[in-house]
């Protein structure tokens, strides 16, 4: 049985960091892509990093390029996302998911398994 628990959410101040961390079980992690999306209340679910099965390469939304960062422990089994500079609108639940992609992918339906998600709140 395949899962993925999400840890590290909480309440920030704007412009403060938080690390989210996603550990895997009952799959063979290193041949995944890991995911991050996040939905915000009365939105649709969306894409936010990814990072490739070997870590060797990334994508990001253009919400958060340059503030996230994503990445991957396959010793562990553990991806991150490392969250800079937060803002008001970052606040959303955020998931971790894993697709059987080669390249690390933002597509949502290429995801075959989703964590329950953990709560970022950013104040103002």
């Known amino acids: 049985q395949v899962q993925l628990v999400e840890s590290g959410g909480g309440l920030v101040q704007a412009g403060g960091s938080l690390r989210l961390s996603c550990a895997a079980s009952g799959l063979t992690f290193s041949t995944y892509c890991m995911g991050w999306f996040r939905q915000a209340p009365g939105k649709e679910r969306e894409f936010v990093a990814a990072?490739?099965?070997?870590?060797?390469?990334?994508r990001y939304a253009d919400s958060v390029k340059g503030r996230f960062t994503i990445s991957r422990d396959n010793g562990k089994n553990t991806v991150y996302l490392q969250m800079d500079s937060l803002k008001p609108e970052d606040t959303a639940v955020y998931y971790c998911?894993?697709?059987?992609?080669?390249?690390?992918?933002?597509?949502?339906?290429?995801?075959?398994?989703w964590g329950q998600g953990t709560q970022v709140t950013v104040s103002s």
């Open positions: 998911a894993a697709a059987k992609t080669y390249l690390a992918t933002s597509v949502g339906e290429e995801y075959d398994y």
């Open positions: 990072v490739k099965w070997s870590g060797g390469s990334t």
